[in-house]
Structures are given as C-alpha cells and as structure tokens.
C-alpha cells in the first residue's frame, strides 16, 4: 500500500466518524452528551482539514481555479432544472 492509498482511507474513515458524530450533536437531548458529540465532531473536522492539507501538500490533491467562462456556462446549462423545479 501506497501513502495515497492510506491517506485516502484515512480521510474517507474520518467522513463517517464527522457525519456520526454530526448525527449525534443534532440528536442528542443531554447537555453533557451534546457536548461530547460536538467536541468529537470538531476534532474530527481539524483532523480531516489537516488531512486534507497534508495531501495536498504531497500532490495527492492538485486545486485549480475554474475559468469565469465554464461557470458561467454551466450555470446556464442548469437554469432549465431550476425553473422546472420552481413550476
């Protein structure tokens, strides 16, 4: 296994763990439970950006800004689903 690999997998495990706890902040009726679920959800979130940036930083994730133009393009593209949606 690569450090792509694994880095990869650590980051999808770490979008679960988020959207659990996610779940558990929204439903939990306890204080103390909310607080739990908030503080684990918070320090997966860091994890996950730290994550993220680490990969980056070693050329697993390349960024580009997108041409004005394609947005535009595709905004357009779209604008039939949108007024369907609102009849």
Do not use: C, R, W
């Not at 997998?9 to 103390?32: Q, R």
């Not at 860091?46 to 393009?73: C, R």
Request: glycine letters at 4%; charged letters at 30%.
């Amino acid at each position: 296994m690569n450090d792509k690999y694994l880095m990869e997998n650590v980051m999808f495990g770490s979008k679960v763990m988020a959207d659990l706890y996610l779940h558990g902040v929204i439903e939990s009726t306890n204080e103390n439970v909310n607080g739990v679920f908030s503080k684990a959800l918070t320090e997966t979130l860091k994890m996950h950006h730290d994550l993220f940036k680490e990969m980056e930083t070693n050329g697993f994730y390349s960024l580009s800004n997108v041409d004005e133009s394609k947005i535009k393009q595709k905004k357009k593209s779209l604008k039939p689903l949108l007024e369907e949606i609102d009849d």
